[in-house]
């Protein structure tokens, strides 16, 4: 898998980048087409004039001739322009662009043999003789020589035609590149969560087998000879069945626990509680394990208010989690000291505070330390057990309550964990 991965996404990538050179490419190759193509319309157009006029010519001057081809170039040796007038010249251009599908701006200007301007429309500039389409449309054996002038506004004219495919084709390109991101996206999460499930069917599996291990040890204790009559050592190991399989139902009612808040089954018993009693309470409950990593647990309960409206379950649930974590997470070669202290917060809401001078988290681990299943990565500690659900709970549980919880830290300096709760409207 670690292997198939990179390659799906380099192919990916590669097709990706193929599509999107080919896109160019052809937008490229399509803009020289009908660039060319606008370009030889233009030079049928100025020859397509020069006819228009010539026939025009003809029927003013051979009124009552048979027509004839020598009649016609008889009478085209003295065509000129200037028999026309403004509104019949600008009439065959305008037709004949129309003909050859040129929707363009245009100016003209006809001069004669000595380059003076004998007919020319009214916003026509000296500038434009350089760009312009310069025909001669008066007949090789015309007696005059008359030179037009044509200039088309093209500026953008092949971009606004093919807006539309051009549009189009960077909007389904943009779609394509967003498929694609959301795919690798899709692929990582799916790669992390496939982890995550490992590193949980582990853990869980780790968990509830030193619990059945010890049952199973207890079990063949009770059917021993030496201890079927000893009523003390029945007890003994009875209570230890009884311990283990409550550590195994507790273990399963956390899994189970978190399944209710994805699906957002959980209901709250709320009620006004003093949350300084509770907090000190459990505090009092966690002190023996304090001890034993050679620490201590400070309580600075000093807000001003202390009656919260929350589930008292939830809440002493939330507040043991994170002492626990506390503990869990101490270093090994520093006496533990947790610090907890409450104040009113600047949004209105109890804040309580717990800091610990523990192995502290990256900010990578910060970013992610909530999500369910999520387990930081501890170095060198292995006595760390679970199975990543407990700061999940907590967030969901804040946040149900209306809430929420925030964490600081430092690697190698600790954590402080911060969680806001509404006080009780009566309070």
């Not at 309470?281 to 807000?303: F, P, R, Y």
Request: proline share 2%; charged share 25%; hydrophobic share 40%.
């Amino acid at each position: 898998m670690k292997r198939v991965f990179p390659l799906i996404v380099l192919l990916i990538t590669l097709s990706v980048l193929g599509i999107m050179f080919i896109q160019m490419h052809w937008i490229r190759n399509a803009i020289l087409v009908k660039r060319q193509l606008h370009e030889k319309n233009i030079e049928n157009s100025v020859k397509q004039i020069r006819e228009l006029m010539y026939n025009k010519y003809f029927e003013k001057r051979a009124v009552g001739y048979i027509p004839s081809e020598g009649s016609r170039q008889y009478n085209l040796r003295n065509f000129t322009i200037m028999d026309f007038s403004e509104e019949e010249v600008k009439g065959i251009i305008d037709s004949t662009l129309k003909k050859n599908d040129l929707k363009n701006k245009y100016e003209y200007c006809i001069t004669n043999i000595f380059d003076q301007s004998i007919a020319v429309s009214s916003n026509f500039k000296p500038e434009y003789f350089n760009a312009s389409i310069k025909e001669l449309i008066t007949p090789i054996s015309g007696l005059q020589v008359e030179t037009l002038y044509l200039y088309i506004e093209d500026k953008n004219y092949i971009i606004k035609q093919m807006g539309g495919l051009i549009i189009a084709s960077i909007f389904f390109t943009c779609i394509i590149i967003s498929a694609f991101a959301l795919t690798i996206r899709t692929m990582f999460r799916q790669k992390n969560l496939s982890e995550i499930k490992s590193d949980f069917i582990n853990n869980m599996t780790h968990e509830l087998k030193t619990p059945l291990a010890t049952i199973s040890l207890a079990i063949d204790a009770l059917v021993n000879e030496k201890v079927i009559h000893d009523t003390e050592k029945i007890r003994y190991y009875s209570s230890m069945i009884k311990d283990e399989n409550k550590r195994m139902n507790k273990q399963v009612e956390k899994i189970l626990q978190a399944a209710r808040i994805e699906r957002q089954e959980i209901k709250l018993n709320l009620q006004e509680l003093n949350a300084h009693e509770i907090i000190s309470k459990i505090a009092d409950n966690l002190a023996l394990q304090v001890q034993e990593k050679n620490g201590t647990i400070s309580l600075h309960l000093k807000a001003a208010k202390e009656v919260i409206e929350a589930d008292e379950v939830h809440f002493s649930n939330i507040v043991f989690n994170l002492l626990d974590n506390a503990i869990k997470y101490s270093k090994n070669n520093i006496p533990l000291q947790i610090d907890v202290d409450t104040s009113i917060a600047s949004n209105g809401m109890l804040a309580i505070r717990i800091k610990d001078n523990g192995i502290g988290m990256s900010k990578e681990t910060q970013s992610r330390v909530f999500e369910k299943f999520y387990r930081a990565h501890t170095g060198n500690l292995h006595n760390v057990k679970g199975f990543g659900l407990g700061l999940s709970y907590v967030k969901a549980i804040a946040e149900a309550h209306g809430g929420k919880v925030k964490v600081e830290s430092s690697l190698g300096k600790g954590s402080t964990f911060t969680i806001f709760l509404p006080f009780s409207a009566a309070s």
